[in-house]
């Protein structure tokens, strides 16, 4: 057996965070390495099991995110953007790999991860599963092959503590079906559509959000036609799907050069 991949989880006490800790520990080729919490949480200083209600671990909570990453290979994170900034700076300055998988990222923010991605690996992306991505891949391929005749709209439902919309998946789907139309998702967009708005205009993608109860995460990609309807569809019924799928990532990374990845480089797809 090769050597088992150090990782440090940022956001533990999260859904997601917890999530990982489980994928983690059910690995073969990973295990946990460092755990981080913001200042000030109410984990922090706390052995990871016992404050997830379990046995120790013999990982203590740190806020702290130099010292978890001594030692540690790959970082995975799916926190805030401001916090992932943060992640991402001391991830380069150590020399260690890391997993992103936060959502509501504008352009400058994604912009200020370009110099970390100079001095380490860098995995970013809207959603972590295979099954979505491989749903980017088939609305470029649709999108590709309908004319503007074919109205696009994508319809994303999540939880009702989720703070972005629309969602980071959503938004790698509008921009697979612009790039697969040969237009910029920024010239094409329209996400705020209430009261007296006219007809839709001819070309550009529509998007929709809700949120509400546990939904986990759905969406649809909807082309619509006169006489006509075609619909892309995935459906996460559980949260372990993000969390192999980062895992997956953190895995691939540990060997690669420097540099602005996502998960379509990671499944090999990012050539077709």
Not at 221 to 246: K, M, N, Q, W, Y
């Amino acid at each position: 057996m090769g050597k088992s991949t150090g990782i440090v989880v940022t956001g533990v006490s999260g859904r997601m965070g917890q999530m990982l800790v489980e994928t983690i520990a059910a690995s073969e080729q990973a295990h946990l390495i460092g755990a981080v919490e913001r200042p000030g949480h109410a984990w922090v200083g706390c052995d990871l099991g016992t404050a997830m209600g379990a046995a120790e671990t013999g990982v203590t909570v740190t806020d702290d995110i130099a010292q978890a990453l001594q030692g540690a290979d790959v970082a995975i994170d799916f926190t805030a953007p401001i916090a992932t900034i943060a992640v991402a700076r001391a991830a380069a300055k150590a020399g260690v790999a890391h997993v992103i998988g936060t959502t509501g990222m504008t352009a400058d923010e994604i912009e200020q991860l370009s110099g970390p991605a100079g001095q380490t690996v860098i995995v970013r992306a809207g959603n972590m599963s295979l099954g979505v991505n491989l749903l980017v891949q088939l609305t470029k391929r649709v999108a590709a092959a309908l004319d503007d005749d074919y109205d696009i709209e994508i319809i994303e439902a999540h939880h009702n503590q989720k703070v972005d919309a629309p969602s980071g998946t959503a938004l790698m789907l509008g921009e697979a079906a612009a790039e697969g139309r040969g237009v910029a998702l920024e010239d094409v967009s329209d996400r705020a559509r209430d009261g007296i708005t006219g007809a839709r205009n001819r070309g550009e993608i529509g998007f929709a959000a809700i949120r509400g109860g546990d939904i986990i995460g759905e969406h649809d990609v909807l082309f619509a036609a006169a006489g006509e309807r075609i619909t892309l569809r995935h459906v996460a019924s559980d949260r372990s799907v993000f969390a192999r799928g980062a895992l997956k990532a953190a895995l691939w990374a540990i060997d690669k050069d420097p540099g602005h990845y996502d998960m379509l480089d990671v499944l090999g797809l990012s050539k077709q």
